[in-house]
């Protein structure tokens, strides 16, 4: 007996080939679109400020907030040269900067630290974290943009924190009861601060 001979196979439905691959591009794009929502909603959270929390251990910069003028921010006077030399503050200050007031020297500033401060501007009060300063900010005359300098004044009068930039260097001071060196969340607040007033 001859083998009965199979004729070729063919999708009895008709045109099953075609609907199969229409049903995969289908299913390729609801696939890309929910990728696509997916990576959108991230985004949308990454911009409305979702952030996680630093490791433990690391500092976290301080909000400041610039306050509105009153009459507390001119209690030392109008301007650094006046504020610096309030006789209410004027040995801390000298004490805050130790042997840069005086004069420059290697190691520290170029010139004395009250150079730094020659121009200023209006003093203004600032809440960083949860403690209010008096901010003194001013530069050398002639050299705002490499000479600046910014002291600090907590609203007792009792600690002063500065900065200055002198072409290129930065010098921290700290000044104040049980305080013998700047501590790493100091700095951080006088430049969260020197970040805000510039």
């Known amino acids: 007996m001859a083998p009965r001979r199979r004729r070729p196979w063919r999708d009895r439905r008709g045109g099953?080939?075609?609907?199969?691959?229409?049903?995969?591009?289908?299913?390729?794009?609801?696939?890309?679109?929910?990728?696509?929502?997916?990576?959108?909603?991230?985004?949308?959270?990454?911009a409305a400020g979702c952030v996680l929390p630093p490791?433990?251990?690391?500092?976290?910069?301080?909000r400041v907030e610039v306050l509105?003028?009153?009459?507390?921010?001119?209690?030392?006077?109008?301007?650094?040269?006046?504020?610096?030399?309030?006789p209410a503050i004027r040995d801390k200050v000298r004490a805050?900067?130790?042997?840069?007031?005086?004069?420059?020297?290697?190691?520290?500033?170029?010139?004395?630290?009250?150079q730094f401060f020659s121009t200023s501007s209006a003093p203004r009060t600032l809440r960083v974290g949860d403690r209010e300063y008096l901010a003194v900010s001013g530069c050398m005359t002639g050299a705002c943009a490499k000479q600046r300098g910014l002291v600090l004044i907590a609203a007792d009068g009792e600690r002063l924190l500065a900065r200055v930039d002198d072409g290129g260097?930065?010098?921290?001071?700290?000044?104040?009861?049980?305080?013998?060196?700047?501590?790493?969340?100091?700095?951080?607040?006088v430049d969260a601060a020197w970040g805000v007033l510039r």
Do not use: C
């Open 96 to 114: 805050l900067f130790g042997p840069d007031w005086s004069a420059g020297r290697a190691g520290g500033l170029s010139a004395a630290a009250g």
């Open 16 to 46: 099953g080939g075609s609907r199969r691959t229409h049903h995969d591009k289908e299913e390729t794009m609801r696939t890309i679109r929910s990728h696509a929502l997916t990576i959108a909603l991230l985004g949308a959270l990454s």
């Open 169 to 189: 260097f930065t010098l921290h001071y700290g000044f104040g009861p049980r305080m013998t060196a700047m501590t790493p969340p100091d700095r951080l607040l």
């Open 55 to 62: 490791p433990p251990g690391q500092l976290v910069r301080p």
């Open 68 to 86: 509105a003028a009153d009459s507390g921010a001119t209690r030392y006077g109008e301007s650094a040269a006046q504020i610096l030399e309030n």
